[in-house]
């Protein structure tokens, strides 16, 4: 129990103590997912406090996603994470993750060109070179979600140098190459992962995933400037759909 730290002479509340030594350690990696945590006579034991302390503490790592109880057997770490609108985020990625104390990364994991025949069916048409770029993002190295970057290399050469991983995609479009002004279409579906995707998410081969592929094209003319294809696991995530007027947004909550 060494990760745990309680200081009986500050006004932080006892339970929060706790709570958030058991989280720290859970996030940096010191307390490993499926591992058993101290029972609460064992903590009350060493460190002199109530049981209604450590039971609060408890549930509210447990509201958290971040331990689990199973009857008979103890309590388990379990790092299922619930976290809200990453995919239609307002204040964006970064400041969402870390709102519920995690730390955001993100890793582009390959770079390459794809002729014609490698492409997805809808890119196949266009008879161009692709980059695919993908990128993982975490927080703190728990994987959220995964990002395929489909871009005609005609219109963005250098793309794979300028592109980093933690480069805003938008910005570098508008800013890089003085692309602004697209129309946006979104589309969602839930898929099985296979062997590469949950290996790259970290869970188990056909769990459900959100899929969601976002299309760039120009108002005008409809031509084609940006090809996205997100993964979102679905044992973090959720879609929730709002009804406003004749219309119906759906806003995933990771």
């Not at 994470?81 to 964006?92: A, C, D, Q, R």
């Amino acid at each position: 129990m060494n990760y745990i730290h309680l200081n009986k002479f500050i006004t932080t509340p006892l339970y929060l103590q706790l709570k958030n030594s058991i989280k720290n350690a859970i996030l940096t990696g010191e307390l490993k997912d499926k591992e058993r945590l101290p029972t609460e006579e064992s903590i009350c034991s060493v460190f002199n406090i109530s049981r209604p302390v450590v039971r609060q503490a408890y549930n509210e790592l447990i509201k958290e996603g971040l331990i689990n109880r199973v009857q008979g057997k103890g309590t388990f770490v379990q790092k299922r994470l619930m976290i809200s609108n990453l995919m239609y985020t307002v204040k964006g990625y970064m400041s969402e993750v870390e709102d519920v104390g995690l730390v955001p990364t993100s890793t582009i994991i390959s770079k390459e060109i794809l002729k014609t025949e490698s492409l997805p069916f809808e890119l196949q048409t266009l008879n161009e070179d692709f980059y695919l770029i993908k990128r993982i993002r975490k927080g703190s190295d728990i994987p959220l979600f995964l990002e395929y970057f489909y871009l005609p290399v005609k219109k963005f050469m250098n793309f794979e140098n300028l592109f980093s991983d933690n480069s805003g995609f938008t910005n570098l479009l508008k800013n890089s190459y003085g692309y602004d002004g697209f129309e946006i279409k979104t589309s969602m579906s839930a898929v099985i992962a296979d062997e590469i995707l949950a290996e790259l998410l970290e869970i188990n081969i056909d769990d459900p995933i959100f899929k969601f592929v976002v299309i760039s094209q120009k108002r005008e003319n409809e031509e084609l400037y940006a090809y996205k294809v997100s993964y979102f696991p679905g044992d973090k995530h959720q879609i929730v759909i709002i009804e406003k007027g004749e219309k119906f947004y759906g806003i995933h909550k990771d």
